[in-house]
Each structure stands twice: as structure tokens, then as C-alpha cells.
């Protein structure tokens, strides 16, 4: 009977963006193997697989699906393809691979005081939807008419930073707004926030 070796994939961990290339090597040419039919790859699409040595190795691209979070995954063959002389195929499980294509997201973000006068240092606070990497208040939050200091967290998803107003300055229209410069663990790219409005009054009378 002709077997399948197990399958090798260039990513065992895809993200939104990624296209890994899945290699499945049989221990002998093979004849009516058909991934589409053959072969399973949950949370993900596989395209037709195509072989360049005379149906030995085969070789095709999966593209995980969106908006999917699942760690445990794994493509199977099927036992429906032969070898040349009709043995029927075993079946063969890939190593275990993981999808994240879910954006992380600003859930919410806040001032502890929306109407900030001289001496005021309200509390922002940002709560990402999952643990964020790469994320830089000074870089990745605008904060107008006033300081914002770097913000600091304990797990990566709640964020809070001291905002201090400018001096000598009247202005009711203000929102934080949260950029996309920051990313989940697994390297997918956030989406943007902001803040409500808040006003700033530093003008002595």
C-alpha cells in the first residue's frame, strides 16, 4: 500500500496575511489523488495541490480563514487515492497548526475627568479586546492639549496613562484617538478607537 509521510507546512501558525505552502509526500507515485477530495484543512482553504515529480510530493498553498481563532488543527488524507498498481492509500494527519486572523480591537477608551480645568490629571485608560504587542502610547495615542505619559499595564489589554492638561488654553472639542501602529500576539493588526469628547479649560479668569 502506498503511504503518506507526515505533512510538512511552512507556518504552523497563521495569522491574517499568511499563505503557507503544505507539502505531503507519498512513499510512492500516487494516481486519483484530488486534495479538494482528498485532503481536509479546517478553518482554512487549501488550494489544488500540484506535484512536479510525477505525483511523489505535492505541494499547495492554504489560506487560513478570517475572523477565526482555533489552535488546534490539524489536515487529513483521506484513503481514496492508489498507487499505480490500485493498492488503496492509507491515511495520514498533519502536525498540529494554529489559526489566528481575529484584529485585535480598542474595546475602550476613557478619561476618569471629561472636563479638565487647571490642576486636573485625569486617568486615561485603554482596553484592548486581547493582549497587544508592540503598543507605544507615545507613538500610537494622540492625546491634543495636553500630556499624555507613557501609559503602563500589568497583562497587555488594560492600559492607563496620566493626561495633563496644557496651560493657558480653552478648548471643547477634544477626543484621544488610538492608532494602528500596535498588533495582537500573534502579529495581527489593530484596529483603531476614540475616545469621547472632553473639554479643556486652563485659562485663568
Not at 484584529?103 to 486615561?124: C, N, R
Not at 496620566?162 to 494602528?180: A, H, L, Q
Amino acid at each position: 500500500h502506498p503511504t503518506a509521510s507526515p505533512f510538512a507546512s511552512s507556518d504552523t501558525a497563521t495569522k491574517t496575511g499568511d499563505t503557507p505552502t503544505l507539502t505531503l509526500t507519498f512513499s510512492e507515485a500516487v494516481v486519483g489523488f484530488a486534495s479538494s477530495a482528498d485532503v481536509s484543512c479546517p478553518n482554512g482553504n487549501l488550494g489544488t495541490m500540484s506535484t512536479a515529480n510525477g505525483g511523489v510530493t505535492w505541494t499547495g498553498t492554504f489560506t487560513p480563514t478570517g475572523n477565526t481563532d482555533d489552535d488546534a488543527n490539524t489536515c487529513t488524507v483521506a484513503t481514496s487515492y492508489t498507487d499505480s498498481a490500485g493498492n488503496a492509500g492509507t491515511a495520514a494527519t498533519s502536525a498540529n497548526y494554529d489559526v489566528d486572523t481575529v484584529a485585535p480591537t480598542v474595546s475602550s477608551i476613557s478619561l476618569s475627568d471629561t472636563d479638565i480645568i487647571t490642576g486636573d490629571t485625569p486617568t486615561l485608560t485603554i482596553v484592548f479586546s486581547s493582549a497587544v504587542s508592540g503598543f507605544a502610547s507615545g507613538d500610537d495615542v494622540t492625546c491634543p492639549n495636553g500630556n499624555l505619559a507613557t501609559m503602563t499595564t500589568s497583562d497587555d489589554i488594560t492600559w492607563t496613562g496620566t493626561f495633563t492638561p496644557s496651560s493657558s488654553t480653552t478648548d471643547t472639542s477634544n477626543t484621544c484617538d488610538v492608532g494602528t501602529g500596535y498588533t495582537d500576539d500573534a502579529g495581527n493588526t489593530g484596529g483603531t478607537g476614540q475616545s469621547a469628547n472632553y473639554k479643556v479649560d486652563t485659562e485663568a479668569p
